[in-house]
């Protein structure tokens, strides 16, 4: 109890100091307790529901979040005593205290029992609770840690279930185990159950136990852990069963986590990610400086104990601490060699690399810190070892009992010392910079108030890839974006791709709302039931570039006005904007349905929602060959001669930056340039272009240019670049080719804008073809460039006139609907055709629309993506009918939930039960 007390102090003091630190705040960005301090309640609440609206569907399945439910019941309940910084302090610390005590509990009873060494058993336990590992994903995804937390409760009380063979510890342990839900993520589940099942392998060679008799626990452990665990584990393996390709497309989001972990920093237990600079100067974690500057201590500490450790191996001659050693060593080394991943210095490259991308299982290891897990399981049981090999040197070395006392204990307490150093150090915490403004609160309150009375969407703006803000710090998860409007299902923003969110989702926001909102028709956002459009200034728009219509907050403002939206909130940091008369319906029968046979690219289905009134007209992209619409595309050329002095200034130059002795100079004919180069350097770039006196608009189209060599040319870089007026950069990747040996033949390069996204292409200002040497040596260069650049623009053509391409419907019907959850709704209507029900939520196959009619079930209707991106049901019942349309997870979750909950209530009866028998038997006894 003693030491129990000493790790609660231990952690306490710090606890203190983080709560007392008015510079501290007690959220991170981007971390899980942020919502709860938000509004628990609502968390919560919507946890239950395994799709949300957020994001126009998205198909939010929060299943890896679990924790959050028992965590905003934790913060509802205990918010009436404490602050929210004491809560969110306190479910940091106190995780620390758990794990700590379960490891000392663990190697007290099991590893050291006969060793008199608590106070080294106690600093092994303390590092369990509070090393590098914990730190960083503390900082980054509190809940990864939760498999961790628990592993070494659960393997305490497996072990009591194995030698005292009571039905008590095999509950425990399986309702531990079934607590990996809180935090669903496969890679640290996965480390957390290698870890369990070697280290009970590992005591069945020192216990010779049973293999058949651990065999039979194991499998009753985990049928009944499988049953406490289903309200999670069956929702998320039929949903990642069903979306398995969608998941294969995820996996090279994160490559570079696994590219660039050396084996020096997977030794110390740090990844490679949180110590570099990433977007603009910003640093992933405080203590990233203090971490570069300490890390050869590190290294050398990490080293010393593994040596302690390797020391008493060769030193002791007790059988049982030898199998320990040798089975972690071994351990030890599977953990350093996988968490390099795929870094140019891991002899498992390749297969690593293979693996993460051909696996859908596989690939959630893409980011292989997880794997550090390992590392930090095995030094926490090197150190009391290591402190005893020490000690057995020290005594052969030397007869100073003060250096044989204070030496091994010096080493190890060095080694938790700088491995807990964000800790005391102040740097653990992610907090902001400044904290949530005033005016968040007043913004949020206000349109709370708006959509009570007139409901629709609030689309935030300027909308960025990552939700980073100015007065907050970057975190490298993808943060909810910190508002407090309490209908979530108003809100649209992007927030990234991280999955499982639909791709149709994706679409629909990302490539169409946002890169493409100056484009966007007005009635198509009414149509869309976009009501409010929220201007948030204090978004840094520098990340994620790719998904923003622009960086000029003032130019959204001038386009908003002009499309009648009314400014109805004005304040310092925050604006919001009205749009009369727009659709708060979700659920409507369009008079109308086209068929399209063929694949749809996004700009296809861009043009189809923008052009049609979907309220009206509903476009199917149908497989079949009947009532096809006729969808052609033609391409339409002109030509700019990139010399006319009427259309701008032509330009040409070097790059002086690079090398200023670069040279280029110009001759002209009447339809080319002679272009003579002179470049020193590699990298070295000549550039020749116009600049126009009025922008031209190139959406949707292909620029060409043509170059002919007059002599052979080796390792020429070839590029278009491309800019509006804004002064916004792009540019295709160079075309580099190893020779243009072939002096009669034309060579064509191509920038096609379909995928542009990050300047405006209606506006563009200047042309400019970049020539670069690509040489380790000085090149002189002569060749001829056509002075007619062509731009092909690709034109979506929809002829309409032929009446065998629709399907009339006749607008004869009543409709009502009721939303009961984000995952259920009730339709009621009265057809005398058949007729599309149209549903303005992002299109996702795993809704389902079940037909009732006089009562009974008559039909069970799937969705098809009306206009490529939002749903359809195709009803082919008349009548009185009531629809309910249901997102089908939803019962794979309450199915799982209630067969987690009757096992629950079955272990409690049983352990009531047990304790009253052994409560008789003891009667009796005396």
Not at 149 to 166: A, D, E, G, M
Not at 374 to 387: K, Q
Request: charged letters at 20%.
């Amino acid at each position: 109890m003693k030491n129990f007390i000493l790790i609660m102090l231990f952690f306490l003091a710090f606890f203190s100091c983080y709560y007392l630190d008015s510079s501290i705040n007690y959220v991170a960005l981007g971390d899980p307790p942020q919502s709860l301090v938000l509004n628990p309640s609502l968390e919560f609440k919507d946890y239950f529901y395994k799709w949300q609206e957020t994001n126009f569907g998205g198909s939010w399945f929060p299943m890896f979040l679990s924790g959050r439910c028992l965590l905003a019941l934790f913060v509802k309940y205990f918010e009436i005593l404490f602050p929210p910084k004491f809560i969110s302090l306190f479910i940091i610390f106190g995780s620390l205290v758990f794990s700590s005590v379960g490891f000392y509990k663990l190697i007290r009873d099991f590893y050291l029992k006969e060793y008199n060494i608590i106070n080294t058993v106690l600093i092994a336990s303390i590092f369990y609770g509070a090393n590098l590992h914990l730190c960083i994903e503390i900082s980054h995804f509190f809940f990864l840690l939760i498999p961790y937390i628990l592993t070494p409760w659960i393997l305490y009380y497996s072990f009591k279930y194995i030698t005292s063979k009571k039905s008590k510890y095999l509950i425990t342990t399986s309702f531990l185990l079934s607590f990996f839900g809180l935090a669903p993520n496969p890679p640290t589940v996965i480390i957390s159950l290698i870890i369990i099942v070697w280290t009970i392998l590992t005591f069945k060679f020192i216990n010779k136990w049973s293999f058949k008799e651990l065999l039979t626990k194991g499998i009753k452990i985990a049928s009944l852990s499988f049953l406490l665990s289903f309200w999670w584990i069956l929702p998320i393996l039929t949903y990642k069963l069903y979306f398995t390709n969608q998941f294969i497309k995820t996996l090279h989001m994160e490559l570079f986590y696994s590219g660039n972990s050396t084996l020096l920093n997977v030794f110390h237990l740090s990844g490679y990610w949180e110590l570099f600079i990433i977007h603009y100067r910003m640093k992933v974690f405080y203590f990233s400086d203090i971490l570069w500057k300490i890390r050869p201590v590190l290294i050398i500490l990490s080293a010393l104990i593994i040596f302690g450790a390797f020391i008493y191996y060769k030193t002791t001659n007790n059988r049982k601490d030898k199998i320990i050693l040798l089975s972690y060593f071994i351990l030890f080394l599977f953990g350093l060699l996988l968490a390099q991943g795929y870094h140019p210095t891991s002899i498992i490259k390749d297969i690593y690399f293979y693996l993460i991308t051909h696996s859908p299982f596989f690939g959630t290891f893409r980011n292989n810190y997880k794997w550090v897990a390992i590392l930090a399981f095995c030094y926490s049981i090197f150190i009391p070892y290591a402190y005893l090999g020490y000690k057995n040197l020290l005594n052969k070395l030397t007869n100073n009992q003060k250096i044989r006392k204070t030496l091994p204990y010096l080493i190890i307490i060095l080694f938790l010392l700088t491995s807990s150093f964000p800790i005391w150090t102040g740097t653990l915490i992610n907090h902001y910079f400044e904290g949530i403004p005033q005016e968040s609160y007043e913004v949020s309150n206000y349109l709370n108030g708006q959509i009570k009375e007139d409901y629709g969407k609030v689309m935030i703006m300027p909308g960025t890839w990552l939700s980073y803000y100015k007065w907050g710090y970057y975190s490298t998860n993808r943060p909810i974006f910190v508002s407090f409007i309490e209908d979530r299902s108003a809100l649209i923003y992007r927030y990234g791709g991280e999955p499982p969110l639909s791709w149709y989702g994706k679409e629909l926001v990302d490539d169409m709302l946002y890169r493409r909102f100056f484009e966007f028709n007005i009635s198509t956002l009414k149509n869309l039931g976009i009501k409010y459009i929220l201007i948030d200034r204090t978004l840094d728009t520098r990340l994620g570039k790719e998904a923003l219509p622009t960086a000029d907050v003032e130019r959204i403002e001038e386009h908003l006005k002009k499309k009648g939206f009314k400014l109805i909130y004005k304040g310092k940091n925050y604006s919001v904007y009205k749009l009369p008369n727009a659709s708060s319906s979700l659920i409507w029968i369009p008079s109308k349905i086209y068929y399209i046979n063929g694949s749809l690219t996004t700009n296809d289905k861009f043009i189809l929602i923008n052009t049609f009134d979907i309220r009206k007209v509903a476009i199917v992209n149908s497989k079949s060959s009947i009532n096809k619409i006729n969808f052609t595309k033609k391409n339409e050329t002109y030509v700019i001669d990139i010399t006319n002095q009427n259309l701008g200034r032509f330009r040409y130059g070097t790059w002086p930056w690079v090398y200023k002795e670069d040279k280029i100079s110009v001759s002209q004919s009447n339809n080319s340039l002679d272009i003579n180069l002179s470049l020193h350097e590699k990298y070295s770039v000549g550039q020749v272009g116009i600049e126009f006196y009025n922008p031209i608009d190139l959406s949707n189209s292909i620029v060409k240019v043509r170059i002919k060599p007059d002599k052979p040319l080796y390792n020429l870089g070839l590029q278009v670049f491309l800019m509006d007026e804004n002064k916004l950069w792009t540019h295709q990747p160079p075309l580099y080719l190893d020779n243009f040996e072939n002096t009669s033949k034309i060579y064509e390069i191509n920038l096609s804008l379909d995928d542009v996204t990050d300047i405006n292409k209606r506006k563009i200002k200047w042309i400019q073809i970049g020539f670069e040497n690509r040489n380790d040596y000085p090149v002189n260069w002569t060749l001829k460039l056509d002075k007619d650049i062509n731009i092909e623009k690709e034109i979506l053509l929809i002829d309409m006139k032929n009446n065998n391409n629709e399907t009339k419907i006749f607008n004869n019907y009543k409709l009502n609907y009721t939303k009961i959850n984000p995952t259920l709704w009730k339709v009621q209507v009265n057809a005398t055709k058949p007729f599309m029900l149209s549903f303005a939520e992002s299109y996702d196959p795993l809704w389902e629309a079940r037909i009732y009619k006089d009562g009974k079930l008559v039909e069970k209707v799937s969705p098809v993506p009306l206009y490529g991106v939002i749903n359809g049901f195709y009803i082919n019942e008349t009548g009185n009918l009531k629809i309910v349309i249901r997102y089908k997870p939803q019962d794979w979750f309450e199915i799982g939930l209630a067969t987690s909950g009757i096992t629950f209530l079955a272990c409690i009866t049983y352990l009531f039960y047990d304790w009253r028998r052994e409560k008789r038997s003891r009667g009796k006894s005396t």
